[in-house]
C-alpha cells in the first residue's frame, strides 16, 4: 500500500519560512522521482519542484528557484520542502507525488502515479 503523507504547513508572514516533509511508503524508493506541486484557489495545480531519488538532482519551477530546496533523508524515505522568502502568492495546498522514473525528466510533471493528502500553507503580507 502506497502512502505519502504530506506535512509541515502553516500560517507565516510574508518573508517566513515552512518545512513541508513527505515520508513515503510502499514504493521502491530509489526507483522513483518524487515531486512537490500546489493548488492555489481558483488555480490550477502546478509543479513546484521535483527530486530524482536515484541520484539526487533537483528541479525547480521559476517559482521556487533561489528560495525553496527540495531535498531527502534516504534513511526515512522523506523528502523535504524547505520553503524561504515566503510570499502571499505562495499561498496554496501544497502536496507530494511519486512517480516511477523509468525514461521521464524530472521537469515533468505530469502523469504522477501516487498522491499524498495536501498541506495548506498561508502566507499573509
Known amino acids: 500500500d502506497v502512502q505519502l503523507q504530506a506535512s509541515g504547513g502553516g500560517s507565516v508572514q510574508a518573508g517566513g519560512s515552512l518545512r513541508l516533509s513527505c515520508p513515503t511508503s510502499g514504493i521502491t524508493y530509489f526507483d522513483h522521482v518524487i515531486g512537490w506541486f500546489r493548488q492555489a484557489p481558483g488555480k490550477e495545480r502546478e509543479g513546484v519542484s521535483s527530486?530524482?531519488?536515484?541520484?539526487?538532482?533537483?528541479y525547480y519551477t521559476d517559482s521556487a528557484k533561489g528560495r525553496f530546496t527540495i531535498y531527502s533523508d534516504n534513511a526515512q524515505n522523506t523528502v523535504y520542502l524547505q520553503m524561504n522568502m515566503l510570499k502571499p502568492e505562495d499561498t496554496a495546498v501544497y502536496y507530494c507525488a511519486a512517480v516511477k522514473l523509468g525514461t521521464r525528466s524530472i521537469s515533468d510533471f505530469t502523469d504522477y502515479d501516487y498522491w499524498g493528502q495536501g498541506t495548506l500553507v498561508t502566507v499573509s503580507s
Open positions: 527530486i530524482r531519488m536515484r541520484d539526487g538532482s533537483t
